[in-house]
């Protein structure tokens, strides 16, 4: 017995139907390419008719199919559009956040540079400096205040040498080691510094309370009253710092003296340096008399 052939569709109509529409398409597609191939050849007035019909028949499927390809074409353009912006921006955010770094470094810098000439600026040009150092701690826990400079004896520090901020005084030598110093800050609790009014010299006492503050104590009793704004200098009295140097500004005035804020807060200093002690020049030997001057 022969096998089945493998086209019979069986008693399926669909498949009949499938069968039969597939055969009516490919023999109407023969049939077209054959008359358009002999129109071509013997009537080419018909050719071109039949060409624009097809033409009229299929622009609508052409048009939507361009209007597809640039719906899609658009879509896809904004989707990587959008995702370019998204890879842009985060771009941009890590160039602005590289840029404000390097902008507070920049400004660090200066201000860092402003503090080191101001340090200069106050040197007398007379005395020079014995070293300049950072100061990396001090205390603050307590009335006893001191800091912690990183220079020391290699470089010719000695107890009693008074060290100096851009703004001011800010201490002296009490402690060294080869390599640091320990300085006995003027806000100390038991630190008293000799010290003048910058505009007529009146003579005061500047008492360290140990709380970041001084107390100025007029020496004479019948000294002007203080005012809030006046500004105190070292005297040169006592041997150990030298004349002229800011020390405290008064900001609470009162009747037997004032509370005044250091020139040189010692928790914002970065740098000092470190001046040697303060040796007042000897007094002129009186002038010898003449046998006239005498009579």
Request: hydrophobic share 40%.
């Amino acid at each position: 017995m022969a096998p089945p052939s493998p086209r019979r569709p069986g008693f399926s109509r669909r498949a009949q139907y499938s069968i039969f529409i597939a055969y009516v398409v490919a023999i109407t597609g023969a049939v077209a390419a054959l008359i358009l191939v002999l129109s071509a050849r013997f009537d080419p007035d018909g050719h071109s008719a039949l060409q624009s019909t097809a033409i009229d028949l299929t622009l609508p499927i052409t048009k939507t199919g361009h209007w597809i390809g640039e719906g899609v074409d658009t879509t896809t353009g904004g989707m990587s559009a959008y995702f370019d912006a998204a890879s842009q921006n985060t771009s941009l955010k890590k160039a602005l956040a590289t840029s404000r770094r390097q902008a507070a470094m920049a400004d660090q810098i200066r201000l860092e540079n402003a503090r080191l000439k101001k340090l200069l600026s106050i040197q007398d040009k007379v005395i020079k400096p014995v070293a300049s150092g950072a100061l990396v701690a001090s205390t603050g826990a307590s009335s006893r205040r001191y800091a912690i400079l990183t220079v020391g004896a290699d470089r010719g520090v000695k107890n009693g040498q008074a060290v100096l901020g851009p703004d001011g005084l800010v201490g002296r030598i009490v402690a060294t080691g080869r390599q640091g110093a320990r300085v006995l800050l003027i806000v100390d609790g038991g630190n008293v510094t000799p010290v003048k009014r910058a505009s007529d010299g009146v003579m005061a006492l500047a008492i360290g309370r140990g709380d970041g503050m001084l107390v100025l104590r007029p020496i004479t009793s019948n000294a002007p009253v203080f005012r809030q704004g006046d500004v105190f200098v070292t005297s040169g009295s006592g041997g150990l710092y030298r004349p002229g140097v800011p020390v405290a500004r008064v900001t609470q005035p009162g009747r037997d003296g004032a509370i005044a804020i250091p020139a040189a807060d010692p928790t914002r200093l970065d740098y000092a340096i470190v001046e040697p002690v303060f040796q007042a020049p000897p007094p002129l030997p009186p002038s010898s008399l003449t046998d006239q001057e005498v009579k």
